[in-house]
């Protein structure tokens, strides 16, 4: 069955550090896959795009990585704060509507 | 620009109750959405729209109504509410459709009881 997982369990990490989080999908060939940001009580906020034939996107500390023989995204805040604290969502983009968004993934950035 | 607005913010139904969620957009996007959000699930595709006039089913569509009558105004209709409805809902929209940013609103936390 299609899957995309996300770790459930919070990541919780000291200011400065880098924080890492994944985003595992089964039985998909998606086109593009994008990272959202959902602070508690409001809608998520878009961060980054990255298409299947590219490798690693950047923009100011954020850096993201498609493999898609692993079928993995990593996306990693460099520097890490404590208003980086919010859950981060991974999407899907298999084609026309179809974004299939995961559970999310906690972090917490500890001053 | 105000984005994508949503009301009511919180709202709590009785079983067999109806209601609409408002959904609106300034950014003149042609496509819009609504979804779902429950605890520790990713979130659901209820219904989009590509443009005023032209609507379609996504993931879970059942019970759930929509119509698109301008380009800005994407209401979601709640036809006897049920507890399986207790959600959050997110209504989004995107300049284009594949592989664009979509801009999501603040969310309606609906409960029925």
């Known amino acids: 069955s299609q899957k995309i997982e996300q770790n459930s369990e919070a990541l919780n990490i000291q200011e400065g550090k880098t924080a890492t989080l994944t985003c595992n999908y089964t039985?998909?060939?998606?086109?593009?896959l994008q990272w959202y940001r959902q602070d508690p009580g409001r809608g998520p906020v878009f961060l980054l795009l990255i298409r299947e034939n590219e490798k690693e996107k950047r923009k100011e500390r954020l850096k993201v990585t498609f493999d898609t023989t692993l079928k993995q995204s990593l996306f990693h805040i460099t520097a890490s704060q404590p208003a980086d604290s919010a859950t981060y969502l991974c999407a899907l983009g298999t084609g026309g509507f179809k974004t299939i968004f995961g559970a999310g993934t906690r972090l917490f950035v500890k001053a | 620009n105000a984005g994508v607005t949503q009301t009511p913010k919180f709202r709590i139904l009785k079983i067999g109750q109806s209601m609409t969620l408002q959904c609106t957009q300034d950014m003149n996007h042609n496509y819009m959405y609504w979804y779902r959000q429950d605890p520790g699930m990713g979130l659901k595709l209820i219904y989009y729209s590509v443009g005023a006039g032209i609507t379609d089913k996504g993931e879970v569509p059942n019970g759930y109504n929509v119509s698109r009558s301008t380009t800005e105004d994407f209401p979601l209709r709640l036809e006897l509410a049920a507890p399986s409805q207790t959600s959050v809902y997110f209504c989004?929209?995107?300049?284009?459709?594949?592989?664009?940013?979509?801009?999501f609103g603040p969310g309606t936390r609906l409960t029925v009881l």
């Open positions: 989004a929209s995107s300049y284009i459709q594949d592989a664009d940013t979509q801009y």
């Open positions: 039985n998909y060939s998606p086109a593009y």
